[in-house]
């Protein structure tokens, strides 16, 4: 650990020169200081952690989010001008909803149930596309699913966040915040 925190320190120094000094105690805290601060200091030289940009839209990875015990999301950024970005909720790897929101879709609604004997995702559903900030959004999930006779109300649950290059002005001009206001 002790040569961890000296390669670490090293770097750091390297990085900013004389301008920052660290001492190195035993002291837990520190250490957790100084591994936060390496983390942040890694994560601000490098623009795209997890996904590319490319052009004006946001490109990434497909991120996946459980919902409830059998269930989970698949979200993907296409990375076009529109921000179109492709949902689909699953259940045990089986798509029973396939939904694209993009700046011209930033709220949908499920307007039937849909699912099978262990889980229903129910009618209302409700997926929205929110501006975080001018170069990032977030995709959330709100409404009931039942799994296993288990009820899941899920409230803004953020299913995936994509970074962007340049966000769409049309999702800038027509931002909506979710039911509720919270944003």
């Known amino acids: 650990m002790k040569l961890l925190i000296s390669g670490l320190s090293a770097f750091l120094h390297s990085l900013s020169g004389d301008v920052m000094r660290l001492r190195l105690t035993t002291n837990c ?94 009618k209302g559903l409700s997926l929205n596309m929110v501006m975080n900030s001018p170069s990032e959004y977030l995709v959330l999930l709100s409404g009931t699913i039942m799994d296993d006779m288990t009820e899941y109300n899920l409230t803004g649950k953020v299913i995936a966040v994509f970074h962007c290059t340049q966000v769409s002005q049309l999702m800038l001009d027509d931002f909506m915040a979710p039911p509720g206001g919270m944003f």
């Not at 409830?68 to 993907?76: I, K, M, V």
């Not at 179109?84 to 259940?91: A, K, P, R, Y």
């Open 29 to 122: 805290s520190n250490q957790l200081r100084l591994c936060l601060l390496v983390f942040f200091v890694l994560a601000s030289s490098f623009a795209t952690p997890g996904w590319a940009q490319t052009g004006s839209g946001c490109v990434g990875t497909t991120q996946n989010m459980p919902l409830s015990p059998n269930s989970r999301s698949s979200t993907t950024a296409s990375g076009d001008i529109n921000s179109d970005t492709q949902v689909t909720l699953q259940i045990n790897g089986q798509s029973y909803w396939f939904a694209l929101l993009s700046s011209a879709n930033i709220a949908l609604l499920l307007g039937k149930d849909a699912g099978n004997a262990v889980v229903t995702f129910k």
